[in-house]
């Protein structure tokens, strides 16, 4: 399971905030053997760490009946045809042996897909969330921390707290622009190992100044001994105007993270992380054996040789982004601020009672209206089909 810190903020929202694509919690069935649950929580006392018993796990919501608008999910299947030609394939792996140097291949065609720069090298992860974790595992020295803008993907805080690291979060402004000031400040200050950009960011959506993001990276990279990495997390690339391929490779210290989530596989679980070799090799070296699956890997490649299937449902989401961008600025009540990714931020007059209605109404959004102040009244929509679109606006008009 993924682990959640159990502190006042999460706790008032809808646990889960421990993902990109987290839902409200819903409840797991008890364990049979109430005894057994006992003993285990007597010796877990004793063994496992403090901060660790003062989590609680990750639970996912029952989306059963809903139109699900919560995940950021891309909402077009593969087409039938294509589901044959994959399964045919998936059918003839080797699922009695391990891995092999097929997942070679997988890294071969994600860079050239990305467009990585010669001297670069690429690591593969299970999902994004496990490079997230093995970077703050390669980079666990004395008095190592992390730094990232928030509100922001809350796993850059989590990988730090669970790795033993200091994370420092830095506020956005109030129109979740990045605070250059603040953000230059904290850098120097606490010499963060990592600070983590994500572009476009999760839960606002938004891109950010290019001229603030190169102030940030040569202030990180610009302290010799003391610098650190900078990590530009572009989960959402496929849905943004612009990518941060084509500046990496100015800079020694700065590390590309993709996942295919959004791209169409959020069922596969396969995120990459491009950078400099010697920075990639050395991040490698925490990397559990065999962590990409033979499932994994050949799902990944046929995706990327239909890469052209996901570009069109891409370009269908942002046409469809547009569209509901321009609805929503015409409710009473509510604002939508400016999307780059595949989801929305709206802020409502009651962010509670609004996300209870949609429930009512069997549309599932995100309620991250405790998630952090500059977040208070706002629910996170995924753009979805013109269809459930339609559903989501119809339901939303009776919430408010």
């Known amino acids: 399971a993924i682990i959640e810190m159990s502190n006042p903020e999460n706790d008032a929202m809808n646990p889960g905030t421990a993902s990109r694509s987290a839902g409200p919690s819903q409840a797991r069935p008890a364990p049979p053997g109430g005894s057994a649950v006992h003993a285990v929580t007597s010796v877990g006392a004793r063994v496992f760490r403090q901060d660790v018993q003062s989590m609680h796990a990750y639970a996912i919501q029952d989306s059963v009946g809903m139109v699900k608008l919560d995940a950021m999910e891309n909402p077009?299947?593969?087409?039938?045809?294509?589901?044959?030609?994959?399964g045919q394939r998936l059918g003839a792996l080797a699922l009695n042996r391990y891995p092999d140097g097929r997942v070679n291949d997988l890294r071969t065609a994600l860079a050239a897909y990305a467009g990585m720069p010669k001297g670069f090298d690429i690591m593969l992860g299970n999902g994004s969330d496990e490079l997230i974790a093995l970077l703050a595992l390669a980079c666990d020295v004395p008095g190592a921390s992390i730094l990232a803008p928030e509100p922001g993907f809350v796993m850059y805080a989590m990988s730090a707290k669970l790795q033993g690291l200091a994370f420092h979060g830095v506020p956005l402004t109030a129109d979740f622009e990045l605070d250059e000031a603040a953000m230059l400040d904290a850098i120097a200050t606490h010499k963060p190992a990592i600070v983590y950009l994500a572009y476009p960011n999760n839960p606002t959506a938004n891109l950010w100044d290019d001229a603030v993001i190169e102030k940030i990276i040569e202030a990180q990279g610009a302290q010799g001994a003391q610098g650190g990495l900078v990590v530009m997390d572009e989960a959402y690339q496929p849905f943004a105007s612009k990518s941060y391929i084509d500046r990496i490779h100015r800079h020694h210290h700065v590390l590309l993270m993709r996942t295919l989530s959004k791209?169409?596989?959020?069922?596969?679980?396969?995120?990459?992380?491009?950078?400099?070799?010697?920075?990639i090799a050395e991040i490698d070296k925490?990397?559990?054996?065999?962590?990409?699956?033979?499932?994994?890997?050949?799902?990944?490649?046929?995706?990327?040789?239909?890469?052209?299937?996901?570009?069109?449902?891409?370009?269908?989401l942002r046409v469809q982004r547009g569209l509901l961008l321009g609805t929503l600025a015409q409710l009473p009540g509510v604002h939508a601020f400016k999307s780059e990714a595949n989801m929305i931020l709206v802020r409502v007059p009651d962010a509670a009672k609004t996300f209870a209605g949609l429930r009512d109404h069997k549309v599932l959004v995100k309620n991250v209206s405790k998630m952090h102040p500059l977040l208070d009244s706002c629910l996170r929509l995924t753009v979805g089909t013109a269809e459930e679109n339609a559903q989501l606006l119809a339901a939303l008009k009776a919430s408010l």
């Open 286 to 316: 925490v990397r559990p054996p065999y962590n990409i699956s033979v499932l994994n890997y050949e799902c990944a490649l046929f995706a990327i040789e239909h890469a052209d299937v996901f570009a069109v449902q891409a370009a269908e």
């Open 76 to 86: 077009y299947p593969l087409p039938h045809a294509l589901q044959v030609e994959l």
């Open 263 to 279: 791209f169409g596989l959020a069922g596969v679980r396969l995120g990459y992380m491009l950078g400099p070799k010697a920075l």
